[in-house]
């Protein structure tokens, strides 16, 4: 390779360099290899120097800001609550939706288009007002078995239905096949009444004389099915001698062991 001295600062630079690498100083190269004057050099027009190579680009800084760390999962959404002013049942679980639902929030059923009015608020019913309208209720089925006992029997008159039907009631005897075919007929006269009452109007004729009224845990009304799974209920509630149904005075929440098991609660309407 044949190098040339720089005009400017005695460097020995390649012929071939267009400038010095030393001074920066411009290289005008000839044929005999020989740097040019320092006159020459200054006779070079501007364009004749080349431009420094355009500079990398920067990389891009780091933000310093943390990332955010990701949000939680969406918790479920509350049932709603149903307004004083309206609301709808739903068909398929009997549970209590706004007004302008048109579908249920549990289960996704259609809901109906008519909306019902909501009871007003109660609070949960004590134990002596309870046992008084339980009391009214066992005074009725009483009182319906002595008509219809008769209507079975040959007697004349009423009171002489009552009067037998109490000694047969009261007397100590042995078991038949008649009281089987009685009993029998007064269980199920006695569960097809409450079923209906309490399907139909949210409680029996007891409790509606006092103001009383059943309803699921969520205040939506009871349908037929789960009426009667609460009358079988009862059966639980009186085996360990009756302490299921005094559970309504012991608990706080004044609910007895029936109400537990069908998920259902006594309240008295306001008012009263």
Same mark, same amino acid.
């Not at 080349?50 to 500079?55: G, H, L, R």
């Not at 959404?77 to 709808?88: E, L, M, N, Q």
């Not at 075919?181 to 269980?187: G, K, M, P, V």
């Given at each position: 390779?044949?190098?040339?001295?720089?005009g400017?600062?005695?460097?020995?630079?390649?012929?071939?360099?267009?400038?010095?690498?030393?001074?920066?100083?411009?290289?005008?190269?000839?044929?005999?290899?020989?740097?040019?004057?320092?006159?020459?050099?200054?006779?070079?027009?501007?364009?004749?120097?080349?431009?420094? =190579? !355009?500079? @990398? *680009?920067? /990389? #891009?800084? +780091?933000? $310093?800001? =943390? !990332?955010? @760390? *990701?949000? /939680? #999962?969406? +918790?479920? $959404?509350?049932? !709603?609550?149903?307004?004083?002013?309206?609301?709808?049942?739903?068909?398929?679980c009997?549970?209590?939706?706004?007004?302008?639902?048109?579908?249920?929030?549990?289960?996704?059923?259609?809901?109906?288009?008519?909306?019902?009015?909501?009871?007003?608020?109660?609070?949960?019913?004590?134990?002596?007002?309870?046992?008084?309208?339980?009391?009214?209720?066992?005074?009725?089925?009483?009182?319906?078995?002595?008509?219809?006992?008769?209507?079975?029997?040959?007697?004349?008159?009423?009171?002489?239905?009552?009067?037998?039907?109490?000694?047969?009631?009261?007397s100590?005897?042995?078991?038949?096949?008649?009281?089987?075919?009685?009993?029998?007929?007064?269980?199920?006269?006695?569960?097809?009444?409450?079923?209906?009452?309490?399907?139909?109007?949210?409680?029996?004729?007891?409790?509606?004389?006092?103001?009383?009224?059943?309803?699921?845990?969520?205040?939506?009304?009871?349908?037929?099915?789960?009426?009667?799974?609460?009358?079988?209920?009862?059966?639980?509630?009186?085996?360990?001698?009756?302490?299921?149904?005094?559970?309504?005075?012991?608990?706080?929440?004044?609910?007895?062991?029936?109400?537990?098991?069908?998920?259902?609660?006594?309240?008295?309407?306001?008012?009263?």
């Open positions: 390779m044949a190098l040339t001295a720089c400017d600062c005695g460097q020995m630079v390649s012929t071939r360099a267009v400038a010095c690498p030393g001074c920066g100083c411009p290289m005008v190269p000839s044929e005999t290899g020989q740097a040019p004057s320092p006159a020459a050099a200054t006779s070079l027009s501007a364009t004749d120097v080349p431009t420094a =190579p !355009p500079s @990398p *680009p920067k /990389p #891009p800084v +780091a933000d $310093a800001t =943390p !990332p955010r @760390p *990701p949000e /939680p #999962p969406a +918790a479920k $959404a509350a049932h !709603p609550v149903a307004s004083a002013a309206g609301h709808k049942v739903c068909v398929g009997s549970k209590s939706n706004e007004s302008s639902a048109e579908y249920c929030f549990d289960c996704g059923a259609p809901l109906p288009t008519e909306v019902a009015v909501a009871d007003p608020a109660g609070d949960s019913a004590g134990f002596w007002v309870r046992a008084a309208a339980f009391g009214v209720d066992v005074l009725i089925s009483i009182f319906m078995d002595i008509c219809i006992y008769h209507l079975v029997s040959n007697h004349s008159h009423f009171g002489a239905s009552w009067s037998e039907y109490w000694h047969l009631a009261s100590s005897r042995d078991w038949s096949a008649t009281d089987t075919r009685d009993l029998i007929l007064n269980f199920s006269r006695d569960i097809a009444v409450y079923t209906f009452f309490v399907g139909r109007w949210g409680a029996t004729i007891g409790k509606l004389a006092f103001g009383l009224r059943i309803v699921r845990s969520d205040g939506g009304k009871l349908p037929y099915g789960l009426a009667f799974m609460r009358f079988l209920a009862y059966f639980i509630s009186l085996l360990p001698l009756g302490l299921g149904f005094f559970w309504a005075g012991l608990s706080s929440r004044k609910r007895a062991w029936h109400d537990y098991l069908a998920d259902t609660k006594v309240i008295q309407r306001r008012g009263r």
